[in-house]
């Protein structure tokens, strides 16, 4: 079956600018998750959602980054008044269930001017 | 707190060579789940290989494999057969329990040289 994919892959934006980058789960996952990736480094976690519910959005570095599920399925995070250091790679990834595997979709880099 | 390190930041293999990456966390909890993905450059994040922790049986998937040490708090990854496709960063990873958030370490970069 498809697997997670995002939407776009890359944007560049001007500082101060609001993005929202998609994402599409694999479907029938239950959990969604959202991560934070610098240029060579490992992810780090932002948020993650089971079903609409947003159960934990402690990695979220400011009030500036919001991320919603509405319907279970496709999730969006949203970065208002965009700064140079939100330039990253921002993975998602979907598993079937809590604690299982996680698959990731191929990352939107964000490029803030 | 949780964390994950990988002491390598780089590595190289010459093809159809054994390489091992290393890899320690730090954890209180006693059940969890430890992965390695490889990510090759500018694609997507894939899964090698996963890991329960109650399990004392170490994970296998074709020419990969772990050596995981639960007392040390150790989980190396062995590339067999090594293949120029194989070239990517790696990445070990765990999930915190009662969070399901993957914790990574700051990755490997492997060279496999033809």
């Known amino acids: 079956g498809a697997g997670v994919s995002q939407s776009p892959r890359y944007k560049v934006a001007k500082r101060g600018q609001d993005v929202a980058l998609r994402c599409d789960p694999i479907s029938g996952h239950v959990s969604l998750f959202w991560y934070q990736q610098a240029l060579g480094q490992g992810p780090e976690f932002l948020t993650y959602?089971?079903?609409?519910?947003?159960?934990?959005k402690s990695g979220l570095p400011s009030d500036r980054f919001f991320a919603e599920r509405p319907e279970g399925s496709v999730s969006t995070l949203k970065i208002q008044r965009t700064q140079q250091e939100d330039s990253a790679v921002y993975l998602c990834?979907?598993?079937?269930?809590?604690?299982?595997?996680?698959?990731f979709g191929p990352g939107t880099r964000l490029l803030v001017l | 707190a949780q964390t994950v390190t990988q002491s390598q930041p780089e590595m190289s293999v010459q093809e159809a060579e054994t390489v091992t990456l290393s890899c320690t966390y730090d954890t209180s909890e006693n059940n969890y789940y430890l992965f390695w993905y490889k990510q090759p450059p500018s694609r997507q994040m894939i899964l090698v290989i996963r890991?329960?922790?109650?399990?004392?049986q170490n994970a296998t998937e074709n020419r990969f494999s772990v050596n995981f040490q639960k007392a040390a708090k150790s989980f190396s990854l062995k590339i067999s057969d090594s293949q120029l496709g194989d070239t990517a960063m790696y990445f070990c990873a765990f999930i915190a329990p009662n969070t399901g958030k993957l914790i990574f370490g700051q990755g490997t970069t492997l060279q496999v040289k033809p």
């Open positions: 990834a979907s598993s079937f269930r809590y604690q299982e595997t996680q698959y």
């Open positions: 959602f089971q079903n609409e519910a947003q159960l934990d």
């Open positions: 890991q329960e922790a109650y399990k004392q």
